[in-house]
T-cell receptor, first 115, second 109 residues
Framework: ETGVTQSPTHLIKTRGQQVTLRCSSQSGHNTVSWYQQALGQGPQFIFQYYREEENGRGNFPPRFSGLQFPNYSSELNVNALELDDSALYLC??????????????FGPGTRLTVL | AQRVTQPEKLLSVFKGAPVELKCNYSYSGSPELFWYVQYSRQRLQLLLRHISRESIKGFTADLNKGETSFHLKKPFAQEEDSAMYYCALRGGGADGLTFGKGTHLIIQP
């Protein structure tokens, strides 16, 4: 059983650019969530995907978008990057069952720096 | 709006001393509460969740709905407990986790 993986590890972009971050879910998981963690803060929920559909979203603007693929891997896309988007982006996968959501397993994160 | 507050940014205790990491929350319904831990150079991982009512690595946490608290406790701290601890809440449905800002726990020898 492999854990959650994310790529790339680090990324540097300039303001106004677009970025795509990738996540590979843990084997057997059907749900992926993305979080933004600014320095000195706790992770903040961006959105969640279940069976390739976004089914939950935090307080983030539409320029944050995502995809989940049939193999349950996922992408986070951010358009028109702003300096405040500099953060650690965490992906978490879980197995959602009819009885409720199970434990979320986190990836190591992608460190995005916007200059 | 739901919120999680961890009042202590840093907590330093001596090995063998009791530890209590505070967590207070605000939520209008019945939330699910969690404690996550991040050891140095490791990823965030679940320590315990209130519905399990377990003791993990000697840690326990009791949900007090009256005081809207979910404090994490351990009677005798060990050096390997040094880590960043995050309290988190989930409301329901497809809600993601709402995290506090975290408490950095340092266990001194």
């Amino acid at each position: 059983e492999t854990g959650v993986t994310q790529s790339p590890t680090h990324l540097i972009k300039t303001r106004g650019q677009q970025v795509t971050l990738r996540c590979s879910s843990q084997s057997g998981h059907n749900t992926v969530s993305w979080y933004q963690q600014a320095l000195g803060q706790g992770p903040q929920f961006i959105f969640q995907y279940y069976r390739e559909e976004e089914n939950g979203r935090g307080n983030f603007p539409p320029r944050f978008s995502g995809l989940q693929f049939p193999n349950y891997s996922s992408e986070l896309n951010v358009n028109a990057l702003e300096l405040d988007d500099s953060a650690l982006y965490l992906c978490a996968s879980s197995l959602d069952l009819a009885g409720g959501t199970q434990e979320q397993f986190f990836g190591p994160g992608t460190r995005l720096t916007v200059l | 709006a739901q919120r999680v507050t961890q009042p202590e940014k840093l907590l330093s205790v001596f090995k063998g001393a009791p530890v209590e990491l505070k967590c207070n929350y605000s939520y209008s319904g019945s939330p699910e509460l969690f404690w996550y831990v991040q050891y140095s150079r490791q990823r965030l991982q679940l320590l315990l969740r209130h519905i399990s009512r377990e003791s993990i690595k000697g840690f326990t946490a009791d949900l007090n709905k009256g005081e809207t608290s979910f404090h994490l406790k351990k009677p005798f701290a060990q050096e390997e407990d040094s880590a960043m601890y995050y309290c988190a809440l989930r409301g329901g449905g497809a809600d993601g986790l709402t995290f506090g800002k975290g408490t950095h726990l340092i266990i001194q020898p």
